[in-house]
């Protein structure tokens, strides 16, 4: 049974950073594609970023490219997303998940963490 840890969320004035931190047990990240999701009250569930496993391919949301890095610690089993230059409509919870490949929607992955709030304002 796959299980996340996620970690890093809070409030962050415009302009700040924050990174985020998806603990994976359960499987190692040679195996499984883990990607980042964020939902907005309101709104649907939209793909972030995701890194293909074994970390040979990343794709990012043209929201946020050129702002957001995925990356990962194989020794840790943890993948990160580095949040740079926020935005408040980058606000939303943020959700680490797993798939077989990286797919660009929620209904592809298989396994979920509970979610992390992100708060962006001054």
């Known amino acids: 049974q796959l299980q996340f840890v996620e970690s890093g969320g809070g409030l962050v004035q415009p302009g700040g950073s924050l990174r985020l931190s998806c603990a994976v047990s359960?499987?190692?990240?040679?195996?499984?594609?883990i990607g980042w999701f964020r939902q907005a009250p309101g709104k649907e569930r939209e793909g972030v970023s995701c890194?293909?496993?074994?970390?040979?391919?990343?794709w990012y949301a043209d929201s946020v490219k050129g702002r957001f890095t995925i990356s990962a610690d194989n020794a840790e089993n943890t993948v990160y997303l580095q949040m740079n230059s926020l935005k408040p409509e980058d606000t939303a919870v943020y959700y680490c998940a797993a798939a077989w490949g990286c797919g660009y929607y929620w209904n592809e992955y298989d396994y979920w963490g509970q979610g992390i709030q992100v708060t962006v304002s001054s």
């Open positions: 890194r293909n496993s074994g970390g040979s391919n990343t």
């Open positions: 359960g499987t190692t990240l040679d195996l499984h594609a």
